[in-house]
């Protein structure tokens, strides 16, 4: 089956800088991939549609110029966390969909991310 | 607005105990719906999905789930759990391009040896 990855696993970082999460289709191109955003013991929430090629597009709520999306080619995705503050610290996943009819999203294993 | 909800927030069970958890989706149009899986550690899995036809669906590892329009639910089935069951079951909702998702809170089973 398909498969995404994300990277790093997990990361640490101080507040006030920024984390680059990366996520790749390793086996299909995606032109489309989706962030989610899971709290602990919370489910997923959609933070934005990544699009190759054009600007994500960020669900009610999330803020654009904080969470930074570029979808760089068909098989990358990378998500960006500017100047992170501890109440960004969350579960960080990306979920592409699969390119035959009738398939689902695959989804990578997920960044934690710990702003200290 | 799509919303998903489930009903257990915690199971537990004794290996061979049949499973049933509850999922209600709130959508207005045509749906497509989904369970999902995610043991410890591990990534978000498919366990099966419902796109049309047989409302009855059979997915990995012995899971099956009904969809009942009338009640807007699609609860997940197994008549006999494994410790290996153990896991997070996510109860989801897409559009007919299955392209967003909309995810319930989950449940976490545990099903003790």
């Known amino acids: 089956g398909a498969v995404v990855s994300q990277h790093p696993s997990w990361v640490i970082c101080k507040s006030g800088t920024s984390v680059k999460i990366e996520c790749r289709s390793l086996?299909?191109?995606?032109?489309?991939m989706f962030w989610y955003r899971q709290f602990p013991k919370q489910s997923l929430m959609l933070m934005a549609t990544?699009?190759?090629?054009?600007?994500?597009?960020?669900e009610q709520g999330v803020e654009k110029d904080k969470f930074l999306i570029n979808h760089a080619s068909l098989t990358l995705s990378t998500l960006t966390v500017t100047s992170a503050h501890p109440e960004d610290s969350s579960f960080y996943i990306c979920?592409?969909?699969?390119?035959?009819?009738?398939?689902?999203?695959?989804f990578g294993p997920g960044t934690r991310l710990t702003v200290l | 607005a799509q919303s998903v909800s489930q009903h257990n927030h915690h199971v537990i069970l004794s290996e061979a105990a049949s499973l049933e958890l509850g999922c209600n989706y709130s959508?207005?149009?045509?749906?497509?719906l989904f369970w999902y899986v995610q043991y410890p550690g591990q990534h978000l899995q498919l366990l099966l999905k419902?796109?049309?036809?047989?409302?009855l669906v059979k997915g990995i590892k012995g899971f099956e789930a009904e969809f009942i329009k009338s009640k807007f639910s699609f609860n997940l089935r197994k008549p006999s759990v494994q410790w290996s069951d153990t896991a997070e079951y996510f109860c989801?909702?897409?559009?007919?391009?299955?392209?967003?998702?909309?995810f319930g809170t989950g449940t976490r089973l545990l099903v003790s040896p």
């Open positions: 979920s592409a969909p699969g390119t035959s009819a009738g398939d689902t999203q695959y």
């Open positions: 086996d299909f191109q995606a032109t489309t």
């Open positions: 990544s699009n190759e090629g054009s600007k994500a597009t960020y």
């Open positions: 959508y207005g149009g045509t749906v497509n």
């Open positions: 419902y796109f049309s036809g047989d409302p």
């Open positions: 989801a909702v897409g559009n007919t391009g299955f392209q967003k998702l909309v």
